[in-house]
Structures are given as C-alpha cells and as structure tokens.
C-alpha cells in the first residue's frame, strides 16, 4: 500500500513527467522511470540523454551519485553490483509527432487512474493471497518446463539450455572457468517474441554461445525464474545477464536489457568477453598453481611415506634377524641344557646301575664266563660273569664304564651276531642269559658304537 501512495501523491506535473520519460525510453517499468528521474532530479532531458548513453555503452553524464543499494536476497556467492559493471539498455527511439503528443496528453489522466488502480488492486491482492513465484519447490522441474515450452513455442534452434538450477549452473561456471549467460525469460512481454525468434534463434548467435559460455535460462513465471529475476534485480525484458569469476566469487558484469539483434548481442558479448578474459585467464593460472603445489605436496607426501615404509621394512628385517638370531641362541642353549640334563641323568644312571651290579665271581668258578670287551676307542676290559646272569646285567655293566658310547650294541665275532637283551629263551619272559646267548667260557665280544653304524648305512 506505501507504494500506491507514494504515487498517488505525486503532483500532476511530476506525473506527466513520469509518462513523459517512460515513453521517450521505453521502460515499462514505472518504479524504475521514477527512480531514474528521481537520480536527476526530475530533470527529463538528462534522464533521458544518460538512459540512452547507458544504452550505447557510454558512461552516464548528468546523473548523480546514487545511494548505495539496498540489502536483497541474494546469494551470497554472486556480486551483483561491481564497480565495473556494464549495463546496457536498448531502448525504442521513435520521434513524437504532433498527433502522438496530442494523443498522450488526452490519454493521461486516463493512463494515471488507470496504473493507480492496478497497482493498488496489486498490492491489496498479494496481502490476502501470497504470490506463488516466491515458493520454490521444484527448481530443476521449473527448468525443465520452461525449455518444453520454448522449444514448443519457437522450436528447437536456440542455444543449449543449462539443465539444472540456477545454483547449479554458477557452481559449474565457476569450476569450469567458464562464463555464464543468464536469460530471463518474460512472455508477457511486447519484445519477447521477435528477440526469441531473431536473436535467440539465429545459427550465429547459438554456435557463438554454446562454444564460449554456458547458457542458462527460465521464465520469469515460474518460482525458480522470479526467484532469480529476483536476485538478478531484472526489471527490463528480454534480459540477459552476464556472470563470471572474479576474485574467487562469481560477479556480475554486464546486463543486456530490451531487444537486441543478433549481430550486435555477439559483437557486445565478445566486448564483454574480452574485457573480463583476464580475471578468468588470471583465476586459471592461480588455479593451475594452485594445483601444481597441490600435486608437488603430494609427491612429496608419497616420497615420504615410501621413505617411512622403506625404513619400516628394514627396521622390520633388523628385528626378524635379531628374532631368528636370538631363537638360534635360544635352540642352542636349549639343545646344551638339554646335553647337560641327560648327561647328569646318564650319570646318576651310571651309578644307580654300578651299585646294582652283581659281583664278579671267582675264576674257579665252574659257571663263570670270561668276558673280553674291545671299545671303539680301542680300549679292552675283562670281567667273569656267571652264566646264569642275564645279558642285560652285560649291557649294563659295559654302560657303567667310561669308554662306552651313548648308544650301543654288543656283537660276538663268529658268528657276528649282536646280543640282545629283549630275545627270551623260555615260555616266562625272562631275558635270555649269556649261556642261552650262546657264550663258553672265554669269549671276546666288541662294543660298537650306533651312531657309526648309523653313518655307514648312509
């Protein structure tokens, strides 16, 4: 309601001013006439003589510093007001005949209810019934159709549509280092028609955009395009604007507002090209830099982990030797332990065996065997056993001495044979006697050592 009275309070001469200008310019927006006039002070001739330098390219001369903007919505990664930014505005310049200022001079009172009303029927209206542009739900979806309908309405020559958000789009010309042209799309508007056919539809300009930038686009009508109209501030159809990376945040600068041939949009799309080559050309190179010491960090975090595991291989091969090393020592040891326990077992075995021996009987005994032992070592000993005692009492008796090996057999000399101590000679089980075992009375009998026979059977 603020905004219908403040129009509703504009005096009569300010408001024929107001029509005055939007009819010499061609902006169909009467907020924007107004504030354009305002910046002037009012002043027709230089509102008028700026907004057509403005769009020719040509800095503005008679318009005065404008307060800063105020805050919007807007994302936060997009600038959308840099110093440098370039706006250009086509307008319609037809000169005004007698008839045409007579008929706006009649027309106006009628024209200025008029505007007053809608705007106030507008305002009213979107009190008691929210607009639903504002509700996004469906961005992607809202793109989608868009493209259906303009394919639909001006067929399929046109240059290829950015399949995917608004945010999408920004996040994929940013990565890529590409510029970004956005359309906004408004079918109610008188200049939309021929700029989509002619323009939009021309083979030049869609080879001249799908090889240079990327291109998005969607209707203003729908919640993802008025969103967008929205943060862009568009408020002059057709409007494209133009956005790339600037000091890591994408800016925009350049708007192309009102009806453009085919011709002059690529000749002042490649100017715009060309004037912002170096920030993209300057975010590359920092970008390759960028990556280069990413991949040097890299290399020189994988030469380091490939020295670490280097010298944790070999600090492990040092442990696994010092490991087998020390089981060696440690078998060793054990193997000498084990030496030393059966030699003091063999020992005490010696002697448990010693004092159970039976004594030795006299030579005039009739049973009495003479025994002559020969060692390996070459060492002979004698002894007389009675013939009723066992061979076992022999073995043990050879075992006592200290010539005698580990392991050994007892073996007569003809017929070689080796007495055994586990052969019986009767039913019971007894061990077999020196008499059974085939011995007279004088009999020479060898030692021999196992492991040797051991070696010769190999």
Known sequence: MAAGQEEAELSQERTEQLLQFQDLTGIEDMQECRRVLESHNWNIEAAVHDTLNEAEGSSPVFRQPEPPPRPSMRPPMVDLQPRDQRVYTIARRHPMTWLQWGYMLVFLPFRFVYTTILDLFRITLRLFRPDARRIVTDPVGDVMTFIRSYEETYGPVHPIFYQGTYGQALNDAKRELKF???????????????????????????????????????????PEGYRVSLTLRGSIYPLLTFIVLRDNKMTVVARIQGPISGEDLIERLGQIMEDNEGALTATRMEREERNHTHILRQEQDAAYLESLRADEEKERRKQEEKERKQRQEDEKQRKVDEKKRQQE???????????????EPDSDDPNAVKL??????????????????????????????????????????????????????????RPMTLSAAGLGKTEMLFVQDIADDDEDDS
């Open 180 to 222: 970004l042209l956005v359309y906004l799309h408004n079918e109610d508007h008188q200049d939309t028609d021929e700029f989509c056919r002619n323009t939009l539809g021309s083979n030049d300009v869609c080879e001249f955009i799908n090889s240079q930038m990327l291109f998005w686009a969607a209707s203003v009508s729908t």
């Open 345 to 359: 077992e063999r020992k005490q075995l010696k002697i448990t065996k010693s004092e159970n021996l039976p004594s």
């Open 372 to 429: 002559v032992l020969k060692f390996p070592n070459g060492t002979r000993i004698e002894r007389r056993f009675l013939n009723s005692e066992s061979v076992q009492v022999l073995y043990d008796y050879v075992f006592c001495n200290e010539n005698a090996p580990e392991e050994f057999h007892i073996v007569t000399n003809f017929p070689r044979k080796v007495l055994s101590c586990d052969v019986s000679n009767d039913d019971n089980g």
